[in-house]
């Protein structure tokens, strides 16, 4: 799937690159990196909601609970994770290929159309959504094609 992304994003480069530093974003950065030459910059910002760290069996509980909710209802510090993705993204002044995670291309997708759901779709892996900046703000351009995703 990694590869198959990589010659769809082919034709539109080199851009650059920035993965969340979790294992899965790295594996489907690379082959993009490769293709391009260019390395991905790591950004923590983009990485995938922070759980409170829990045994996986008991985050799994914790996850469907707050895929179901919104965000104003979540923990501060989950809102402030949430405040932090969307300006990092914000703050992007160039065309930029940015490799991520369900929760967060939720909430990024989510501020953009200016829902506070923390669940607005199912992004299917190595699926693309396409958000622009406007003035600081972000905009929805594409939403990625959805998947059945399962919850860990």
């Known amino acids: 799937q990694a590869e198959a992304l990589a010659a769809r994003l082919a034709p539109h480069g080199p851009l650059p690159i920035v993965s969340s530093p979790m294992r899965r974003a790295r594996e489907t950065a690379a082959p993009l990196e490769q293709l391009w030459g260019r390395p991905a910059r790591i950004e923590p910002a983009i990485s995938e909601i922070p ?89 929805l351009v594409e939403r990625g094609p959805e998947a059945e995703t399962p919850v860990l």
């Open 51 to 139: 759980s409170p760290g829990l045994p996986l069996a008991e985050r799994a509980r914790w996850l469907r609970g707050i895929l179901g909710s919104r965000w104003p209802l979540v923990a501060p510090s989950l809102v402030a994770w949430r405040i932090t993705l969307v300006a990092t993204l914000a703050a992007i002044a160039e065309p930029t290929v940015l490799v991520s995670h369900y929760v967060a291309i939720n909430a990024a997708v989510g501020a953009a159309v200016g829902d506070d759901r923390v669940t607005l779709f199912a992004p299917d892996t190595c699926s693309v959504t396409v958000l622009d900046v406007e003035a600081g703000r972000l905009r």
